[in-house]
Structure formats: structure tokens, C-alpha cells
């Protein structure tokens, strides 16, 4: 029964099988041995005979030459293919990045153990021989396929593929062999049989070598296995339990060589059933793509579902050559259905790279939009991200990234990226990028990937999907990593900066970015480099404004900093100067002069003032800021050059910069000495219909008016006519700062009378009705300056008029800690509320009380 299944098995198999004894089994060889060992009374190693070992060492010539492959964590796979050429310089080195388990395809290690071969007939190898040279001729050069350039911009992009590599002495077909090799496996003559079983001795150069004379012929495994059984079998001292363990690994490789003989028989009928037929349908390259599409839709199916897939098919030569003949018809659906197959077969070098920037060429194509959407080449080129290794395919993850990039910019296929962890990876990608020093030869090659990795990131930082995954601990240190490493390359600081920018203007993203200490040294140092590049200047411009306006902390960091100051200063002037060379008007197709929105050096100076302002909070560095002389300057001249009409934003910063600045009374204080000229230029924004303009100006005057001289200009340009008119404005806003100014005003009793002549008291108390216990820091500053007020007051009838029992019936109503508790309805500042309302407003508005009705009474 045995021996018939034996035969069938041969018959079936496309081998030549030499005549040799019939080999016993391991089983047979085990047995006998185990009988020996109870029946000999003195027990000794069993030593086969030569016999024996011939009989077992028969079973070579069946040894599989591909195997499956082994796994391990190192891939020193050298080529496109499992095959490799001599001569082919393509070498790569270890993974070392990715925590993946990858294929191992070593040819220096087997899974299976092999035997010796018996000698083989002269005239057999003979046969062989001649088989053999008509087989492994080389291909000529001009068989090779050849590099297609395809059109993609003006430079135009090359897509070179090359041939893809054979293993040692193995065939090197071209497609139009494919009939040949059918032929070749399809006939079971004597001949066909003795070519493919010496085809699958050379392909296994790597394993195996061939030795020997023409009538002594051998096989040798490369290694220190090879002596594995016979060891086992021939050392003396041996007990029985490791004979019988031998038997039973003999055993096993029997198993194992059967099971993959039997793979190999599987392939062979589907290669030629599934995959040979869509193969010739491919290679008379009709002129009907919507044909050419169907049948690589159905080669990628076929090849799934036969697992020829990856770098493990031994025929992935022969489907490469034909899929890269295909890809200079210019057809982008045709390229795509292309492109996923090539890459589902693990290619890399020079055939990787071309692959990747036929993904880009397709990608970028706005009219591919929708076949991407719906199709699985996201999934291909993040594996390619993943998977390999940076610094021997940096190309072509360059060309990789650069599709992804395209591909983020559609909504639909950013959030498919995202839900396939591409964050993730990307923020490992630039971790490894960033282990890479300056010195080492990859650090410049590496700058364009990070280029294409961080434009990528800045369209993600502004998905909110992406912004859950890309934690802030995690992406800032790192982004800020590469702009201090790459500081010289001003094209990747502007990328890199652009993520930090827009990731500033969020909590807890600007959280993580002031917690990197070096990012303010790293932002001075640029800022000093590339003064004039305005795409960068501005944007980091921009992240210092939203440092600065979070916390005092990092105000004072940012002004600890060496040469913060001199460098803003600096920074101000030229911009100032870039822009008084600017146009500030353009003219329509009419003629008609029209605003135009800020110019680059506005925009500048715009971001630039509010960092002032800012930093100008800080007690210490406000105090600082007020006597710096040249600065505060800058600001006046942008008050004196520029109008609201002109620039709206950019002088209303100038003006609030100025009133932070004015709030500190120090010596020196630049402010100070030009309050006049300040008092002069912000009387032209009093008088602009801008209301934010109108508001900023009252508010410098609130602080400036605390000096006699601005007073005494407030009364002689009528500007408290102006003042007390804003009251009328029920807003807060407005009206805050104008109560501040009057509040100041009240201070010379000379100046007291205008509140009554302009109808200042009534609408004072007006204020207070309206705003009342909503605001009572606002209710306080009124009660003080109607206090001022009525410092010498005769009677309540002469100093309040008709507003005195109004005005009565608010005091006694709003010192009501049951009315202050019920108009306190926000939990969040009810406390703060109650600890103003009686450590400010009360005391004030109780003494306001008492006066009034003590004069009150008696008159």
C-alpha cells in the first residue's frame, strides 16, 4: 500500500527520478535498531551500514530547494525578489526601526535537514548538463525592461524599473518565454523531468552547493547542519532514547519534505490555471484599457488568493517584467490597478522608489480623486511607511509621503488615514528622522522626507479627528526636535513651524510647547537668521503671540531669554521700514482707490505688536518694556505714519500696546517722557468712526490722565465732551474707560463743574442702574468718581440735581447683601463677585451713602 501511494506520488510529480535502490524508511531503520538493543545482552551505539546511509541519504534528491522561510527580527533580504544576483550591488541593510516581525529570507539557514545524494548516472548528468546551458543563458540586455519616462511635471519624473533579480544560476526569462516554460512544466518526458529537478537544484545556490565529478554527484549543505543526523547516529556512548529521538526528526523531515513537495505541486497548477492565462492576456497590450484594468483586477485576486503575494513566489520574476512593460501607457486607472500589485509584492531599491512616484504621479492628479477614494492604495503606501527601512529607501518613502501628503488634503480620505493609525506612524517616522545627527551621511537626504512628512502633518493639525490622536506630549517635543536640528534648512523650518502654529492655538497643544524649554532660544535664533523670510518670521511671530498671551510664566521666560528685546526691536524696525516703502492703496478696474488688506510687513508688525502687548502684562517685564526707549518709539511712529483707514489692526495693536506700556509709572519711562506726542496722535483715532479705535484711545487717556498735563490737555481739546457722550453706549466696554477717564478728571476740583454742565451726573447713575451689581468693579469705579465729585458739596440739590433720589434708592439697594447674593446667579464667579462687591464696591458706596443723606436731611 505503501509503495503504491510512493508511485503514485512520482507519477505525479514533475521530477526525474534516478534509479536507485528502494531507500528504507526511518521507521524500518529505528525499529531494527530498537530489536538489536533487547537482544544483545551488552548494549552498544548503533553505526548504519553504507549501505543504510545510502538508502537514507536517497532521499535528497526530493529535498525542496524553496522552503519556507524562517521568522526573525532582522530582514537582510537583498533584492526586489526571494532570488538574488551575483552581481546585482543591490544589498540592504538589517530593519532596525520597525517593531514588526518581518520574513527572513536568509539562504544560509534551512528548517529541514538534508542527506547526502547517491551518484547519479553519467550519462543522466550528461543530459542534464546540456539541458542545463540552453536553460540558464543569460538574457540579453536589450530583453531588459527598459526605464519609461512619464510625464508628471515640467521636470519630469522618471519611473525606472528594473529588471527584477534572479536567484544564482537560475533562468532568466523574459515574457516571451512564458509558452516556453509552460511547455516545459505541461510535458513529462524524460528529458522536461531531468531540466526542472536540475532548475530546482540551482535555485537553491544558497543553500546547497554542487559537488563533485560527472559520475560523483552531491549535495553539500552550506552550514553546520549538515552532519546533523549522521552525528546523532555514529557517536559512540549514545543511549537508546536519543537513538529513537533521531528516528523520530527523521521522521518529521520526511513529513516536512512531502508537505512542501506538495506546495510546490499546488503552485505549479495554479500558476499555469490561474495566473499564466491573465498573464497572456496582459502581454498583447491591446489598446482597450477598460480590458487591461479587468484583467489586473483579476491577477491581484488570483494572486491572493493562491498566497503568491510578497517575495515567498518563486515566478515573481516573470510577473514583474510583465506588469512593468505596462506601465508606459498612460492611463492613471491602469496605473493604479498596476501600482497595488507591484507593491503587494514587497519590491524595493530602484523598483520601489519608481512604484512610489507612480503613486504620487497618480495621486496628485485632481481627476483621480474618486478612483483613490474608493480604492485600497492608502492601505499599500502605509504599509510601505511602516514597513521599511529609512535610511536605505529614504527615496522612496519620500515619493510615498509626497502621495499621502496629496491624499490628505480630500476630507474623506484624511479621515480613512486617520482611523488607519497613519498619526502614529508618522510620529514615528519623524522620532527615527530625529535620531539621525547632523553628522551622518542620511541627515540631508532625510530633509525632504521631512518636508513632505511635516506639510502632511500642518493639514492634519487642522482635522479634529487627527488632533485627538496627535497627543501634544508626544508630537511638540518632536516637531521641536527637528526645527532646532534643521535650523539651516529654511523651507523645512517653515513647515515645521507652520504645525506649531496652528497647534498653538489650542490649550493644551500651547501648554505642551511652553513646557519645551529650548523653543524660545529656538525661535530667537531663527528669528536672528531669516529676519527678512516673512513666511517664517510671521508664523513664528504668531506662536509667540499665543505663548505670550497664556501666563506670566512665559512671559517672564521668553524675556529672560538672551537678547529677547533687541531682537523684537530689531525686528520692528525692519519691518517698519520694509513698509514705508509698501503701497498702501491699490486702485479697481474703475479707478477707485480701495483698502487693501495688510501687506506682508503689516502683517509683520500687526503679530509683532500683539507679542509687545503681551508681554507687557508682567509687572516686572512691563516695567522693563515701558523705559525701553527705541521700542516704545516704533509704537508712536506707527500712531504718527499709519491711520485706521489704512491699517485698522495694526494701530489699534499699537494703541493697546501703548496703554499696557502707560499703566506702569516708572522712572525713565519712555512713555512718560512722549505722553503729549502720544496725546496728540491719539486725538486723531477719538475722531475716526473705528468704535475699537475709539475705545483703545479712551483707554491710553484712562492711564495717561493720572498726569496733570494730559488732564489739562483733555479740558483744552474738549475731549471730555467726547468722554461723557460715550456713556450713552451701554456697553461695558465703552463705557469702563471712559468712567476712567472722568474718575481721573475729578481729581482737580477745578475740573469738577463740566460732569454737571454736560449732564455727566445723570448719566453716570444712568451707568450704574444699567449695569449695577453685573459689574460692580464698573459700580465702584462710578460711586468713586461721583465721591470725587461731591467732595465740597453744599446740598445734594445743588450737586446731583434731580437724579439725588435716584441715585439714593441704587446705593441703598445695591449695598443689599440679599440683592448682591441674588444677582450673583453664575456659580463660577459668584465668589469672586461677592469678595469685590464687599472689599471695593461697599466701603466706597457706603460712604457715597451717608454724604448724600446727611446733606440730604438738611437741606
Known amino acids: ?70 521568522l526573525f527580527s532582522l530582514d537582510t533580504s537583498s533584492s526586489d525578489s526571494s532570488e538574488s544576483r551575483p552581481n546585482s550591488g543591490v544589498r540592504l541593510s538589517p530593519l532596525t526601526h520597525k517593531p514588526v516581525v518581518i520574513i527572513s529570507e536568509k539562504k ?60 544564482m544560476n537560475s533562468l532568466d526569462r523574459s515574457n516571451n518565454n512564458c509558452l516556453a516554460e509552460q511547455k516545459l512544466y505541461t510535458s513529462f518526458n524524460d528529458e522536461s523531468r531531468q531540466l526542472i529537478c536540475n532548475e530546482h537544484t540551482s535555485r537553491s545556490g544558497s543553500e546547497v552547493s554542487m559537488e563533485g565529478t560527472p559520475g560523483n554527484f552531491s549535495l553539500q549543505l ?54 499564466l492565462p491573465i498573464l497572456r492576456e496582459l502581454e498583447k497590450r491591446e489598446d482597450n484599457i477598460e480590458h487591461l484594468c479587468l484583467a489586473c483586477t483579476k491577477l491581484h485576486q488570483a494572486l491572493g488568493d493562491g498566497n503568491m503575494l510578497g517575495k515567498r513566489f518563486k515566478r515573481r520574476n516573470i510577473l514583474l517584467k510583465t506588469l512593468y512593460k505596462l506601465v508606459d501607457i498612460d492611463s492613471d486607472p491602469l496605473s493604479l490597478k498596476l501600482a497595488k500589485i507591484i507593491l503587494a509584492m514587497k519590491v524595493d531599491g530602484k523598483n520601489l522608489v519608481s512604484v512610489c512616484k507612480l503613486a504620487f504621479k497618480i495621486c496628485r492628479n485632481e481627476n483621480n480623486y474618486f478612483i483613490i477614494q474608493n480604492d485600497t492604495l492608502l492601505d499599500y503606501l502605509l504599509q510601505v511607511l511602516w514597513n521599511e527601512d529609512l535610511q536605505k529607501n529614504h527615496e522612496a518613502l519620500i515619493y510615498c509621503m509626497a502621495a499621502l501628503k496629496v491624499m490628505s488634503e480630500k476630507e474623506a480620505l484624511r479621515l480613512k488615514m486617520v482611523s488607519k493609525g497613519a498619526i502614529e506612524m508618522f510620529l514615528e517616522l519623524m522620532k527615527q528622522i530625529n535620531n539621525i545627527k547632523e553628522h551622518d551621511t542620511y541627515f540631508s537626504k532625510l530633509g525632504l522626507l521631512l518636508v513632505q512628512l511635516t506639510a502632511t502633518l500642518r493639514i492634519l493639525a487642522s482635522c479634529a479627528q487627527a488632533r485627538r490622536q496627535l497627543s501634544p506630549s508626544a508630537a511638540v517635543p518632536q516637531l521641536c526636535v527637528a526645527l532646532e536640528q534643521r535650523s539651516g534648512d529654511k523651507d523645512l523650518c517653515i513647515w515645521i513651524v507652520s504645525v506649531l502654529s496652528k497647534l498653538s492655538t489650542y490649550n493644551d497643544f500651547c501648554a505642551a510647547l511652553a513646557d ?53 526691536t530689531s525686528l520692528f524696525q525692519t519691518y517698519y521700514e520694509l513698509d514705508l516703502n509698501a503701497p498702501t492703496w491699490h486702485h479697481d478696474r474703475k479707478g477707485k482707490s480701495q483698502p487693501k488688506y495688510p501687506s506682508e510687513a503689516e502683517d509683520v508688525l500687526i503679530k509683532l505688536i500683539r507679542v509687545l502687548a503681551n508681554l507687557s502684562i508682567h509687572p516686572r517685564v512691563g516695567a522693563a518694556l515701558a523705559a525701553a526707549h527705541p521700542l516704545v518709539g516704533l509704537l508712536v511712529t506707527v500712531l504718527e505714519y499709519k491711520s485706521v483707514d489704512d ?6 495693536n499699537a494703541a493697546t500696546a501703548i496703554n499696557n506700556l502707560s499703566y506702569y509709572q516708572v522712572e525713565n519711562s519712555a512713555v512718560q517722557e512722549k505722553q503729549l506726542h502720544i496725546a496728540e496722535m491719539l486725538l486723531t483715532l477719538l475722531m475716526s468712526d473705528n468704535m475699537d479705535a475709539v475705545v483703545e484711545a479712551v483707554r491710553v487717556f484712562g492711564n495717561l490722565s493720572q498726569h496733570h498735563e494730559i488732564r489739562d490737555f483733555i479740558m483744552q481739546k474738549k475731549i471730555y465732551k467726547f468722554v ?112 469685590y462687591w464687599e472689599r471695593e464696591f461697599k ?17
Open 1 to 70: 500500500m505503501q509503495a503504491s501511494k510512493t508511485e503514485n506520488r512520482r507519477k505525479a510529480e514533475p521530477f526525474y527520478w534516478l534509479s536507485v535502490a528502494k531507500p528504507r524508511t526511518s521507521s524500518e531503520i529505528v525499529n531494527e535498531a530498537r530489536d538489536a538493543l533487547q537482544t544483545v545482552k551488552t548494549p552498544r551505539p548503533f553505526t548504519p551500514t553504507d549501505e543504510q546511509r545510502k538508502l537514507s541519504g536517497s532521499q535528497s534528491s526530493r529535498c525542496p530547494q524553496n522552503r519556507r522561510p524562517v
Open 108 to 167: 544560509d539557514e534551512v528548517s529541514s535537514v538534508f542527506h547526502p545524494t547517491p551518484p547519479a548516472d553519467t550519462a543522466e548528468l550528461r543530459k542534464v548538463s546540456k539541458a542545463c546551458k540552453g536553460l540558464f543563458r543569460a538574457t540579453s540586455l536589450k530583453d531588459l525592461f527598459s526605464a519609461k519616462v512619464v510625464p508628471l511635471d515640467q521636470n519630469e519624473m522618471k519611473l525606472d524599473f528594473e529588471e527584477p533579480t534572479m536567484m
Open 222 to 275: 552550506q552550514g553546520e547542519r549538515s552532519a546533523l543526523v549522521n552525528d546523532q547516529i555514529e557517536e559512540p556512548g549514545k543511549k537508546s532514547s536519543q537513538l529513537r529521538t533521531s528516528g523520530q526528526k527523521r521522521r518529521v523531515t520526511d513529513l516536512k519534505d512531502e508537505t512542501r513537495i506538495n506546495e510546490w505541486e499546488e503552485e505549479d497548477f495554479f500558476w499555469h490555471t490561474r495566473i
Open 516 to 568: 519645551c524649554s529650548r523653543c524660545y532660544i529656538v525661535f530667537l535664533a531663527l528669528l536672528n537668521k531669516y529676519q527678512k523670510q516673512q513666511d517664517l518670521v510671521i508664523r513664528i511671530i504668531f506662536i509667540l503671540g499665543n505663548l505670550t498671551a497664556r501666563n506670566d510664566q512665559s512671559r517672564e521666560q521668553f524675556f529672560k531669554e538672551k537678547g529677547s528685546v533687541n531682537t523684537l
Open 647 to 652: 491699517c485698522e489692526e495694526l494701530v489699534i
Open 724 to 835: 461723557i457722550a460715550l456713556l450713552d453706549s451701554k456697553d461695558r466696554e465703552v463705557c469702563f474707560p471712559a468712567c476712567g477717564v472722568l474718575l481721573n478728571l475729578t481729581v482737580d476740583e477745578n475740573k469738577r463743574a463740566f460732569l454737571m454742565e454736560e449732564g455727566g451726573i445723570g448719566k453716570l447713575i444712568d451707568c450704574l442702574q444699567d449695569f449695577g451689581p453685573a459689574d460692580w468693579q464698573l459700580s465702584c469705579l462710578i460711586c468713586k468718581t461721583l465721591w470725587n465729585y461731591s467732595e465740597n458739596v453744599a446740598s445734594t440739590a445743588s450737586c446731583f440735581g434731580g437724579s439725588t433720589n435716584t441715585l439714593l434708592m441704587l446705593l441703598t439697594a445695591l449695598l443689599d447683601e440679599e440683592v448682591e447674593l441674588e444677582c450673583s446667579l453664575d456659580k463660577d464667579i459668584k465668589d469672586c463677585q461677592r469678595v
Open 843 to 859: 466701603p466706597v458706596a457706603a460712604k457715597l451713602l451717608d454724604r448724600i443723606q446727611s446733606h440730604h436731611s438738611s437741606s
